[in-house]
């Protein structure tokens, strides 16, 4: 992955953004296609996708995202439009044939989600399903018939509740990729409450990260 600026705040490119980089690299994504990524940080894989002649649409709530992403982009040379907001807000009335998303995914104790700052990222409520069940929600709307859904998160947020749900849309969906990695520093930070919620097993320090694909008929 090309190295890329992260102002403070911005969530670098990590595991889980190389995971959804390697189901990305397999969608036929043809010149002209049209892409949205939400939660797009430094803008590691709306880059990615337009660097293969895609129409692409980047989203993020965090300013200091926004103008990494559209600096990332001005440095490669790619056309890429980025907008500051909530992503149901921002691809209202659009739709797309691939619909990108890394959102925040970690289980926490505070069922209010900060409002700023770099927690932003990664908060996302007491199941871990904040952000995820919105995007799920949406895609019916988002995804153009034959689009396709490409979403990562952590295996404590239960990946049979995301292909459940995206059932319920009207969706196909499937694990394509998983990966265990070890608890990075946040995660190691709330070790009692996980374990205590069931999410986690005494002594246990690998989480799983999986890539969800589903298809709009």
Known sequence: MPRLIALPGVYRPQADTLLLADALAREPLGPGARVVEIGTGTGALALRA???????????????????????????????????????????????????????????????????????????????RAVIDRICTAAPTLLRPGGVLLMVHSGMCGAQKTLALLADQGLSARVTERARIPWGPVLRSRAAWLRQEGLAGEGEELEELVVVRAQYA
Do not use: C, I, K, M
């Open 50 to 128: 337009a660097a293969r002649g895609a129409h692409v649409t980047a989203v993020d709530v965090a300013w200091p995202a926004v103008l990494a992403a559209r600096l990332n982009g001005w440095r490669q040379r790619l056309r890429l439009r980025v907008l500051h907001g909530d992503f149901a807000d921002r691809t209202r009335g659009r739709r797309y044939d691939l619909v990108l998303a890394n959102p925040p995914y970690v289980p926490g104790p505070d069922s209010r989600l900060p409002t700023s700052g770099a927690r932003r990222a990664w908060e996302a409520g007491p199941e871990g």
